[in-house]
């Protein structure tokens, strides 16, 4: 099998989990649609009070992590953990302008190590193409990452080395 066919499948394969993700996310939401819109409600007070920072909850073994983030434009639509891969997906809807995603990743849920156990730059993609990604923050607890997107994005990808609680 030459490379480019081994891309094509892969790019393929990473196509259908995230449909299938968007499928089980638009479930999810028209399911409880209910409660989202007071959640919804809650968190546009507080963005407009705390830099248009809000908060998604990421279900992991049953456990919701609330994850922080803020958008320069578009609308994350869900956040999705694949631990078999340490990675986060986040489905994000971008159909006006280029933009940017700021992300708050806790330790506990992704962190990418390298050698000693020093931090290493993490992986990120944009529908399965490098990113450009700046880490904005590094604290013990916690770090954050600013992830530039192009319009019509729908697929940021995460990739660490600690496997997801």
Known sequence: MTDNHKSKMQYSKMLIVALS?????????????????????????????ANSNTVSNLIVDGKSIPIKYSMTTGKLLGIVADKD???????????????????????????????????????VREDGKDATVREVLNNPSTRVLSIDFNKDARLLEIVGTLTPP
Do not use: Y
Request: net charge positive; glycine share 4%.
């Open 21 to 49: 993700i968007q499928l089980i996310l638009l479930t999810v939401f028209v399911s409880t649609l209910l409660p989202i819109q007071s959640i919804k409600a809650q968190n546009s007070t507080a963005s407009t009070a």
């Open 85 to 123: 891969k340490t990675t986060l997906l986040m489905i994000i809807s971008s159909p006006v302008d280029k933009g940017t995603l700021r992300i708050e990743l806790p330790r506990n849920v992704i962190d990418d190590k390298g050698q000693g156990n020093s931090d290493a730059k993490f992986t």
